[in-house]
């Protein structure tokens, strides 16, 4: 695993981000344009931590401190093509985790039925179904919803 360095996305960076997010799945199967992803990571509300590699941006986690149950929620984590299978999302998630288990006891995402390889990915973090919307965003398809105790 390489070395990144991980930190609160810089203002300019969000666009980057956003722009990752509308040219890579699920957002393109979902149907999640660039102007809503931009509006995410515009949105205050929303904490985006950006993973550098030789001090370029290389993969991002966007996260809500409350987004579910009061609990930190990850809206998205993406990672550049070019380092998919780096560690560089196992390394987003876990300073997520740690971030947040300061003062949370638990984390959650939702990730869709189709997604069969971020399902693999998050139950190797230790992240278990915990519920499923069935036809929520896609017909035929659901998101399902996953938590992991963090402490």
């Known amino acids: 695993m390489e070395d990144f360095i991980i930190e609160q996305a810089k203002f300019e960076e969000r666009e980057w981000v956003a722009k990752l997010m509308s040219d890579s799945q699920p957002w ?19 904490l985006i931590f950006t993973a550098h590699l030789e001090n370029l941006p290389c993969g991002a986690i966007v996260m809500h401190p409350r987004g579910v149950a009061g609990s930190p929620y990850v809206k998205s984590i993406v990672v550049s093509e070019n380092l998919k299978g780096k560690g560089v999302g196992t390394a987003l998630m876990k300073y997520a985790e740690n971030y947040f288990g300061k003062s949370s006891k638990h984390m959650f995402l939702c990730v869709s039925s189709f ?23 896609i017909e035929g398809e659901s998101e399902i919803l996953m938590h992991k105790k963090l402490a």
């Open 115 to 137: 997604n069969k390889a971020a399902q693999s990915f998050y139950k190797r973090l230790g992240y278990e179904q915990a519920g499923e919307f069935k036809d929520y965003i």
């Open 28 to 46: 393109i199967n979902l149907r999640i344009a660039y102007e809503q992803c931009q509006k995410t990571c515009n949105d205050p509300e929303y």
